[in-house]
């Protein structure tokens, strides 16, 4: 069974930096393409990048472009969401997934396009 758990959200003021991590059980992520999301309340569940393993290419929406950065531990199985010059629009739970079909990605993807979604982390920037 795949699981995915996210972790590494908190409270930071603007400017600030986190990293969140996507431990992934019962999947192997160099097979999947991984992809993180963002639902502030209210809002529409939005991509915020897509990551190739096939390639190790990666994909980010425009609102997060030159801030963000994703990495992945192969050894650890764990996929990284680097987040800095955080800004108070960026406040929002976090989640990744595996997209369901194919390694590559091409684009930032719908969500509709990932399945074993973890429980999310909050990520609140304000000063």
């Known amino acids: 069974q795949v699981q995915l758990v996210e972790s590494g959200g908190g409270l930071v003021q603007p400017g600030g930096s986190l990293r969140l991590s996507c431990a992934a059980s019962g999947v192997t992520l160099d097979y999947y393409a991984i992809g993180w999301f963002r639902q502030a309340p209210g809002t529409e569940r939005e991509g915020v990048s897509c990551?190739?393993?096939?390639?190790?290419?990666?994909y980010y929406a425009d609102s997060v472009k030159g801030r963000f950065t994703v990495s992945r531990d192969n050894a650890k199985n764990t996929v990284y969401l680097q987040m800095n010059s955080l800004k108070p629009e960026d406040t929002a739970v976090y989640y990744c997934?595996?997209?369901?079909?194919?390694?590559?990605?091409?684009?930032?993807?719908?969500?509709?396009?990932?399945?074993?979604w973890g429980q999310g982390t909050q990520v609140t920037v304000s000063s």
């Open positions: 997934a595996v997209r369901r079909y194919g390694t590559s990605c091409r684009r930032v993807r719908p969500p509709a396009d990932f399945r074993s």
């Open positions: 990551f190739s393993s096939s390639d190790d290419s990666t």
